[in-house]
């Protein structure tokens, strides 16, 4: 079994959740030198993105957009109350690659994995796998 | 030729047909267990996605969101009529992926697999490809 | 080393540059005739996109498109003024994949791979890997 299935505890109803280390260490444990990471979250009201992982206000700035795109608060005809999560899960998306070489993953100097809860707080799994190549 | 093509036609203008069940019929008769699945659409004025499969009214509040954004009737440069379905389709997005372990696609409970028209109705083609590993 | 970088030179601060012909000279010197081509970039304010690839006109619509959802002259809570450029990243991807037969991209007729350039102008690395199979 090579995907890898791990856990993380969302505390706001909407959060960028910086998993870049957990996904490295993952990586480690491995013992992948070269190929392609990927990690899938198995949610359709969460998603997973790529972006800076210095200035928390970006995260707050890319959440206040999407919100403004999809807001929580307009009427939906999903009766739930969370579609404005399943329209931000389908624009961020479910899936993100990153490159591996010498066992490092190949991210930019201020790129970081993010897992964006859209209707939180909640227990999410995020599913990792490795091609080696 | 490892990747295989298949056919939908779709019957409405903008609609998230769910193709699930052919995805998952193309991975069985690949004989593949583990590795991961790629699905990717060869035109663009249509996506891919992944989403809720329970309740329709998910993809209809995804459609209006997406209308909204890139309105249908709005005044674009691009004299064909269809920019919006090209602006909704690098929203979404041209491909997705899924990881197999034991010959299964590791979807969540909720989740399946949308082709995303933005410019129908019409025939369409998507290709998967399995990478073992 | 399997991953591939190449070296961009954007000319205007909002862009979606064809980088399908050097993708294709990356996919030809490789040798590989069967697989997955992925193409990630290492930026926090640019992105990938697949899209038509004809009437240079669709690529202005889908740059003003991201413009009115995230506009470059809103305010922001982060500092450096390019905000709008992270949320647009996050909106496109980072990523793309196209599949490999006999040698060649499985692009659709009329679709191209874009860097989108969204803080130019600048100089931009992409990276390209292909996984046999």
């Known amino acids: 079994m ?21 996904i490295r260490k993952t ?31 970006v995260r707050k700035d890319i959440l206040s957009a999407l919100e403004a795109m999809a807001p929580s608060t307009a009427a939906y005809l999903h009766a739930e109350g969370n579609s404005h999560a399943h329209i931000k899960a389908s624009l961020v998306g479910s899936s993100v690659r990153v490159f591996v070489e010498t066992g490092q993953l190949m991210l930019g100097t ?22 080696p190549s």
């Open 2 to 22: 090579r995907t890898q299935t791990l856990s993380f505890t969302t505390d706001q109803s909407q959060q960028m959740l910086d998993i870049t280390g957990e």
């Open 27 to 57: 990586l480690k444990e491995s013992g992948v030198t070269s190929g392609v990471l990927s990690v899938f979250v198995p949610h359709t009201t969460a998603g997973l993105t790529i972006n800076e992982n210095a200035d928390p206000n």
């Open 110 to 131: 201020w790129q970081g994995i993010f897992l964006c809860e859209f209707d939180g707080p909640r227990t999410r799994n995020v599913l990792v796998r490795i091609t």
